[in-house]
């Protein structure tokens, strides 16, 4: 694989099995992390996508990135880039 998946509920890259949610059945998500989706569910179903991109810039911004890669994130990961995103289209 060249690209990493994107979480397509909050944009998070999943590179790791540990990384990505899961379904009803326990099998791993193909498309959403674990901060997003467990047992076939949403987290936190009750956001707004609001909340939902303050919430996830907090956990990233919080997350151990590096400096250039948190300058990155404060450029790319906009409201915009998460409405492309399948949950929020
Ligand atoms: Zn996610």
């Known amino acids: 694989m060249a690209k990493p998946n994107l979480c ?18 326990g099998t791993p998500s193909e498309k959403f992390c674990h901060y997003c989706y467990q047992n076939g569910k949403w987290v936190q179903p009750d956001l707004t996508f609001d909340e939902f991109y303050a919430f996830s810039l907090k956990k990233f911004q919080e997350s151990d990135m590096n400096r250039i890669e948190k300058f990155f994130l404060n450029k790319m990961y906009t409201k915009k880039f998460l409405k492309k995103l399948e949950r929020w289209r």
């Open 8 to 25: 397509q509920s909050c944009g998070m890259p999943m590179k790791v099995p540990s990384e990505y949610g899961t379904e009803k059945d």
